[in-house]
C-alpha cells in the first residue's frame, strides 16, 4: 500500500478531516472576536431598545420588533420609572439607560 491509499480509499474523511482543522485554525485565530460574540447580542439589543423606546419615543411593541434577532434573548426588563433597559442572553447581562436629551441611552458597564 504506497502512501496515498487512504486518500484514495477514503476521499470523504480526508476532506472531512481538512476542514475540520481548517475551521479549528480559523476558531483559533478569531477566538477573541468569538469570546465577545455573546455579550453582542444583550448589549446590542439594550442599547438599539432604549435609544428607540426613550430617544425616538417609539411604542414598546415596535421597539421589540425593531430589536428582534434571530438568535433569541432569555431576559427582557423595561423599566420605565427609571428608563433603564436590562437584556440577557447567551448567558451575559448587559443594560442601558437613558441619560438625558442630549446625551441619549448610554450601555452601562
Known sequence: MNRHGFVRRR?????????LIVLFAWGWQERVALWAFPDIISA??????????????????YCHGYV?????????????ASKRVTVSGMGRSNSAQWLGEHQGCRLNP
Do not use: H, I
Open 68 to 80: 428582534k434577532q434571530w438568535l433569541p434573548v432569555s431576559g427582557f426588563t423595561d423599566d420605565a
Open 11 to 19: 476521499p470523504f474523511y480526508t476532506l472531512l478531516w481538512v476542514l
Open 44 to 61: 446590542y439589543t439594550a442599547k438599539e431598545y432604549c435609544s428607540c423606546r426613550y430617544v425616538m419615543a417609539n411604542d414598546v411593541e
